[in-house]
């Protein structure tokens, strides 16, 4: 049982490139959602999805695009990467809201 | 008013001691409140979590203490191990919305 797949773990993007972030779960998760996580802030939510064909914003959406064509993935794409958008993003999926969130392994992206 | 604020920041504790970390919350609609364990390189998992009509949940070593009058909940570890240090997050959702969490705490058990 694979749970939570995230590619790649390591990134390393110039100013003005853009990319995409995979995720991909296995559990048959309505919900999932992206998390970017900064020393000292906790986890903010970048975007999130309750199902194939919907996705909302989170607390930091800017400059992040999403779309969930399936259930199971739910890939983040960076527009123009930013050095403001150094960081380790997670994938996150769960059954419904307020139960266990299940998180891939992490993407560590370093924007020069 | 939708925030979650965790404290302390980092915390170190000899091993076998009871370390404590605490958040509190102001949306008096918050009905589910867990706490995540996350190691370096890794993402955050579930460690316990609770509703608020129970004053305590324990699982193993690690106990939840909710504190509804107060809006405040708590994880203790209890005969803490070197294995135990990593970064611990409280959380909190209504049922119909998003986890809020907390910044998190560095925990280190010294051997």
């Known amino acids: 049982n694979a749970g939570v797949t995230q590619t790649p773990k390591f990134q390393v993007l110039k100013t003005g490139q853009s990319m995409t972030l995979q995720c991909a779960q296995d559990?048959?998760?309505?919900?999932m959602s992206w998390y970017r996580q900064d020393p000292g802030m906790g986890l903010r939510l970048i975007h999130y999805?309750?199902?194939?064909?919907?996705?909302d914003q989170g607390e930091v959406p800017n400059g992040y695009n999403v779309s969930r064509s399936t259930t199971e993935d739910f890939p983040l794409r960076l527009l123009s990467a930013a050095p403001s958008q150094t960081s380790v993003y997670f994938c996150?999926?769960?059954?419904?809201?307020?139960?266990?969130?299940?998180f891939g392994q992490g993407t560590r992206l370093t924007v020069v | 008013q939708q925030q979650v604020k965790q404290s302390p920041q980092s915390l170190i504790v000899q091993k076998g001691g009871i370390p404590i970390i605490n958040c509190a919350y102001e949306?008096?609609?918050?009905?589910?409140f867990p706490w995540y364990q996350q190691f370096p390189g890794k993402g955050p998992a579930l460690l316990i979590a609770?509703?608020?009509d129970v004053s305590e949940k324990k699982e193993g070593r690690f106990t939840i203490s909710f504190n509804k009058s107060a809006k405040q909940f708590s994880l203790h570890i209890m005969d803490s191990q070197p294995g135990d240090s990593a970064t611990y997050f409280c959380?909190?959702?209504?049922?119909?919305?998003?986890?809020?969490w907390g910044a998190g705490t560095k925990l280190i058990i010294k051997p």
């Open positions: 559990m048959n998760h309505e919900y």
């Open positions: 999805s309750v199902g194939a064909g919907i996705t």
């Open positions: 609770i509703r608020p």
């Open positions: 949306n008096t609609a918050f009905d589910y």
């Open positions: 959380a909190a959702s209504m049922s119909n919305y998003q986890l809020i």
């Open positions: 996150a999926s769960r059954k419904g809201f307020g139960t266990e969130a299940f």
